[in-house]
């Protein structure tokens, strides 16, 4: 197993990608923690299956917009596991698709606390018990093209978690490995709630692929970073989107 022994935290676990990278992380040996904001019934849920498997995980309900909630993850962990290897900041969201025009300052400053200042509190609380390891960031096409219409706050965050990879990766190596996934159209609820289905099959028709992403397909490139068969990458930024961009 590629991660026996070691503990992973993933942010968000609860559903579409963090619920994959929980299952998946798990299956190769991980202790897992992952955390919830409202609803304990997805996090419940990954925890049983992971449990049945065999594995062992713990959800934690924690709002990761404060440090409170980035200590409470990182304690329950820590007391839980002994400690920290892979830290997978995956939780983050768009809030809603705003232009600059109608966009409140409120709305940009929650955009960049949910998807910058967090990986931010959550990296820095984990190096506190990170020895050795490997973060993994959530950042997004967005961060490279600028997103979809009203998705400039979005998008914005998302550059900045790019540019964090590539600092921390400098900062933190040789122990500690820092890089990103940098995800396109793939099939989860932030598509179902912010993409039109007209939008979402004009992908399919465009992409070399011809087909939305699946949360697996997220969940297979997290294990390649948060484990040794990526041991010589550090601070880059991995597109996963069909061939729709090339970087």
């Known amino acids: 197993m590629k991660l026996a022994g070691k503990t992973a935290i993933i942010t ?13 992380l798990a299956a190769e040996g991980a202790n897992v923690a992952i955390s919830y904001f409202e ?23 924690a709002d990761l917009n404060t440090q409170s909630g980035v200590d409470k993850l990182v304690g329950a962990t820590v007391e839980t596991f002994g400690g920290v290897d892979v830290l997978v900041n995956n939780a983050g969201g768009l809030i809603a698709r705003k232009t600059i025009a109608e966009m409140e300052l409120s709305h940009w400053e929650a955009v960049m606390t949910l998807n910058v200042t967090s990986t931010f509190m959550m990296t820095k609380a984990c190096l506190a018990h990170m ?41 933190l190596g ?3 490995r820092v890089n990103a996934l940098c995800p396109g159209m793939i099939d989860t609820d932030f598509h179902n709630i912010h993409t039109p289905d007209s939008g979402r099959k004009g992908f399919e028709a465009n992409a070399p692929l011809k087909r939305q992403g699946h949360v697996d397909d ?27 961009l090339f970087s």
């Open 174 to 176: 040789p122990d500690i």
């Open 39 to 61: 609803s304990s019934k997805g996090a419940d849920a990954v925890v049983a299956d992971i449990e049945a498997a065999g594995g062992k995980a713990l959800a934690v309900q």
């Open 12 to 24: 968000g676990g609860g559903r579409d990608i963090g619920a994959a990278v929980a299952k998946k």
């Open 131 to 171: 020895k050795n390891g490997a973060i993994v960031n959530l950042a997004s096409q967005a961060g490279r093209d600028g997103g979809g219409p009203g998705a400039v706050a979005y998008a914005t965050s998302k550059g900045a978690v790019m540019t964090m990879t590539r600092g921390l990766a400098k900062e």
């Open 218 to 244: 997220a969940a297979n490139l997290v294990l390649f970073l948060a484990c040794d068969d990526s041991a010589f990458l550090t601070g880059t930024n991995i597109d996963i989107n069909g061939g729709m």
